[in-house]
């Protein structure tokens, strides 16, 4: 990449071993087009920084119980780096907390598919799935957290099953 900016800077010539050569302009632009649209490392690096620094301050607020402040957090680091897994399953986290649990919903689904064995996000799934009715997807969640050997609340297997027993134990 460094090579294409420099022969732009060089008036269309650049380095062939150890001497210039000149480039053919048609050349030259099909060069261009095999960069990759990726943002370069430096960039990416400063970007996941920042989605971190969001999302540690929404665990801040998060511990002191300001749920909405947290949430907003949460929603800036997963604009700067939708890739964090953790970021999505707090923010869905925090919006069950105030009361949203299917605006929580794709946000645990989110944080599953960048990483399936995040025990939290199948945990709080579960408990929304369960409040809006979705009984039987709420079991699913739990046995993919039986499956990881994570624990699961009693009272809320309980609860569970008052609604609708476990299907694997028909």
Do not use: C
């Not at 030259?28 to 971190?52: D, F, G, H, W, Y």
């Not at 039986?146 to 297997?157: G, K, R």
């Amino acid at each position: 990449m460094p090579l294409v900016f420099l022969t732009f800077l060089l008036g269309m010539t650049f380095f062939v071993g150890d001497r210039l050569s000149h480039a053919d302009p048609i050349q030259l632009r099909e060069s261009v087009k095999t960069i990759p649209e990726k943002e370069s490392s430096a960039s990416a690096i400063a970007t996941r920084a920042l989605a971190m620094r969001y999302f540690n301050l929404g665990l801040e607020l998060q511990k002191i119980g300001k749920w909405k402040a947290a949430s907003l957090e949460y929603f800036r680091s997963v604009g700067e780096d939708d890739t964090l897994a953790e970021a999505h399953a707090n923010l869905g986290l925090a919006l069950a907390q105030q009361g949203e649990p299917e605006k929580a919903i794709p946000h645990h689904l989110r944080a599953i598919e960048l990483k399936p064995t995040l025990p939290q996000a199948h945990v709080n799934l579960a408990i929304d799935l369960a409040h809006i009715g979705q009984y039987s997807e709420a079991w699913d969640h739990v046995h993919e957290l039986q499956a990881m050997d994570h624990p699961v609340n009693p009272e809320f297997l309980k609860l569970l099953a008052s609604r609708l027993p476990d299907p694997r134990k028909k």
